[in-house]
């Protein structure tokens, strides 16, 4: 199975990471925070999401069923980082961080502790 959402159901699978088992309600407000949403655009990709893709999985033990996500965030994201590697940089793991890199929001902070990594790395290859 295709573990990678499209962008609209990132968002609303950011929100479950975040907040937990949630209900179609409290999802929709939050992303009413960023742009108007409808609820029933929400609650009908919220179902799709449960019954045809496993993203989600739906508890209607109650009378408002609770949603929550039923695949990780490090599955996705390994998933999408995996497409966009192979996709846009082909394959090249240079490429991708000389790109992330040159781009002007690196702080000092993160090229310091990307200097660990990479020391950390080399270490264990010897």
Same mark, same amino acid.
């Given at each position: *199975?295709?573990?990678?959402?499209?962008?609209?159901?990132?968002?609303?699978?950011? +929100? @479950?990471? $975040?907040?937990?088992? $949630? /209900?179609?309600?409290?999802?929709?407000?939050?992303?009413?925070?960023?742009?108007?949403?409808?609820?029933?655009?929400?609650?009908? *990709?919220? !179902?799709? *999401?449960?019954?045809?893709?496993?993203?989600?999985?739906?508890?209607? $033990?109650?009378?408002?069923?609770?949603?929550?996500?039923?695949? /990780?965030?490090? !599955?996705?994201?390994?998933?999408?980082?995996? &497409? +966009?590697?192979? $996709?846009?940089?082909?394959?090249?793991?240079? &490429?991708?961080? *000389?790109?992330? @890199?040159?781009?002007?929001?690196? /702080?000092?902070?993160? @090229?310091?502790? +990307? &200097?660990? +990594?990479? /020391? &950390?790395?080399?270490?264990?290859?010897?």
């Amino acid at each position: *199975m295709d573990k990678r959402p499209t962008y609209a159901e990132l968002e609303v699978l950011q +929100i @479950l990471w $975040s907040h937990g088992p $949630s /209900s179609v309600r409290f999802v929709n407000t939050e992303l009413s925070k960023k742009r108007k949403v409808v609820y029933t655009t929400t609650l009908k *990709m919220m !179902q799709v *999401m449960a019954e045809k893709k496993a993203f989600l999985k739906r508890d209607t $033990s109650q009378r408002t069923h609770l949603y929550e996500a039923a695949i /990780s965030k490090d !599955q996705v994201e390994q998933n999408m980082f995996d &497409k +966009i590697l192979d $996709s846009v940089f082909q394959g090249s793991s240079l &490429k991708l961080v *000389m790109k992330a @890199l040159g781009h002007e929001n690196t /702080s000092l902070e993160d @090229l310091e502790a +990307i &200097k660990k +990594i990479i /020391s &950390k790395l080399e270490e264990e290859k010897k």
